[in-house]
Nanobody, 114 residues
Framework: QVQVVESGGGLVQPGESLRLSCAASGLIFGTYTMEWYRQGPGKQRELVASITSGGNTYYVDSVKGRFTISRDNTKNTVYLQMRSLKPEDTAVYYC????????WGQGTQVTVSS
């Protein structure tokens, strides 16, 4: 059974940082492109960043220069380092292995507020 478990969210002030983690199991992690999505209040889920098995990365324009996605294949874990957080980054963040449409975790809540 393929599972992903997100962690690391919390309440922070604007300008602060957080690092999210996602531990995956039940799949050959190193062969998958891993994605981070988010869903803000009243918004649709959007792709925030992704990283291929070879380490190529993608970022949505709104987070470029502030967020960094990385992976540790020895730990079956993908990370999202978030810096200079803004209130509009407030959302539930989910990780997802590309090609596994039914594999979603419970997400981790990120709230950016003063």
């Amino acid at each position: 059974q393929v599972q992903v478990v997100e962690s690391g969210g919390g309440l922070v002030q604007p300008g602060e940082s957080l690092r999210l983690s996602c531990a995956a199991s039940g799949l050959i992690f190193g062969t998958y492109t891993m994605e981070w999505y988010r869903q803000g209040p009243g918004k649709q889920r959007e792709l925030v960043a992704s990283i291929t098995s070879g380490g190529n990365t993608y970022y949505v324009d709104s987070v470029k220069g502030r967020f960094t996605i990385s992976r540790d294949n020895t730990k079956n874990t993908v990370y999202l380092q978030m810096r200079s957080l803004k209130p509009e980054d407030t959302a539930v963040y989910y990780c997802h292995p590309l090609g596994r449409p039914n594999t979603w975790g419970q997400g981790t809540q990120v709230t950016v507020s003063s």
